[in-house]
């Protein structure tokens, strides 16, 4: 999908709480070539059944990173390649311009991205509009590929 001179995108799941999820996304990365990175503490061991079946068996095609906590994590990059996925925020995620090598971040399932990141970077925070206002959010796993491509698309 992409050339090997370009960096490739980095999905970060902080603290994420649901196997399938993070085996569905591990295998969105492993289809992409992105890195997944995943911020502990984790809601689950990784030799979690249910995250090796959502996986399939693509895991030696997934480079995957881990993290012991945001601080580590945020501290060992440059905040003008991160942009936060967030229902508490406003700004359309099709509004940010994406480049290789960025870190697309999404929060736990049941509770997101802390408030006190969203202020910190509150100008990298973007959200996937909903249209029926009693749905609350998407699917982690849905709502990672749906910006993940929108940044792939970017860059055709």
């Known amino acids: 999908m992409r050339s090997t001179a370009t960096p490739p995108f980095n999905i970060v799941l902080v603290e994420p709480e649901i ?6 996304i591990a295998r969105l990365c492993g289809a992409t070539d992105s890195i997944l990175h995943l911020v502990r503490p984790l809601g689950f061991s990784t030799d979690d059944k249910h995250l090796k079946r959502a996986g399939l068996d693509y895991w030696q095609y997934v480079k995957i990173v881990y993290w012991d906590n945001l601080d580590d994590f945020l501290q060992a990059q440059d905040e003008n390649r991160l942009f936060f996925l967030s229902k508490k925020v406003s700004r359309r995620y099709t509004e940010a311009h994406y480049l290789p090598g960025d870190f697309l971040i999404f929060g736990k399932e049941t509770k997101g991205i802390s408030q006190d990141i969203l202020k910190l970077y ?3 925070c973007f959200s ?3 249209c029926n206002p009693h749905i609350r959010s998407l699917n982690l796993a849905m709502a990672a590929g749906i910006v993940l491509f929108e940044a792939l698309r970017q860059q055709d």
């Open 122 to 124: 509150h100008d990298r």
């Open 128 to 130: 996937i509009p909903m």
């Open 19 to 24: 196997p399938p999820n993070t085996g569905s």
